[in-house]
């Protein structure tokens, strides 16, 4: 069975200094492995997802993640917060295409 | 393209009552998914469909039924609500390979007193 552990649920940063937002996954299989955001009362967006291809993905808004699989992990990053990018961010974990595990939200906080 | 859309945005019901959730994507995807989404649990899996005509139960099936006559439409059904199902739905499709992500809804609204 697949799943997928959000180490933090909250995260707060000052804007201009760096995000990390932590995610740890465990799969049976070679996983498909996602970032999605969520603002305030709207639906999920996707931010970047890793397809067994290159280990470090570039998505939208300047985010980018790390697939380690000898950590099992695929930490989520930003070099410079934005207020912007306050939201609730959930790391996905896939092995089929209807098999879609998320992980519990990190939400992150921009301080001004 | 209007993309993946959701009918209706909130809804409040009294226990026991019925009310079915319209879900409607215009990409031509193959599969869509019906979510629920409660705080610190994010988002879990109700039902899915992976083609016209076909549904398969998820993670938290117990209550909800659903029905996808049209390829484009996906519905979600409490046939006796209960305050347990108090919750954010959110649908989404997606193309059938493995490695394609869902696209997804705004999102439903329901309260049941």
């Known amino acids: 069975a697949q799943s997928v552990t959000q180490l933090d649920s909250h995260v707060s940063v000052s804007e201009g200094t760096p995000v990390l937002l932590r995610c740890n996954y465990s799969?049976?299989?070679?996983?498909?492995l996602f970032w999605y955001v969520q603002h305030p009362n709207k639906g999920l967006q996707l931010l970047l997802k890793?397809?067994?291809?290159?280990?470090l993905v570039k998505g939208i808004n300047g985010f980018e993640a790390e697939f380690k699989k000898s950590e099992t992990s695929f930490h989520l990053t930003k070099p410079s917060a934005h207020m912007s990018d306050a939201a609730e961010y959930f790391c996905?974990?896939?092995?089929?295409?209807?098999?879609?595990?998320f992980g519990a939200g990190t939400r992150l906080t921009v301080k001004p | 393209n209007a993309g993946v859309t959701q009918t209706p945005k909130f809804r409040v019901l009294k226990t026991g009552q019925s009310m079915t959730l319209l879900c409607a994507q215009d990409m031509n995807h193959e599969y869509m998914y019906w979510y629920r989404q409660d705080p610190g649990m994010g988002l879990r899996l109700i039902h899915y469909s992976v083609g016209e005509g076909t549904t398969a139960k998820g993670e938290v099936p117990d209550g909800y039924n659903v029905s996808r006559l049209k390829k484009q439409n996906f519905l979600l059904g409490l046939e006796s609500a209960a305050p347990s199902q108090t919750s954010v739905y959110f649908c989404a499709s997606s193309y059938r390979a493995v490695y394609n992500e869902q696209f997804f809804g705004p999102g439903t609204r329901l309260t049941v007193l």
């Open positions: 799969s049976s299989y070679s996983p498909s």
């Open positions: 996905v974990v896939s092995d089929r295409a209807q098999d879609m595990r």
């Open positions: 890793y397809t067994s291809a290159a280990t």
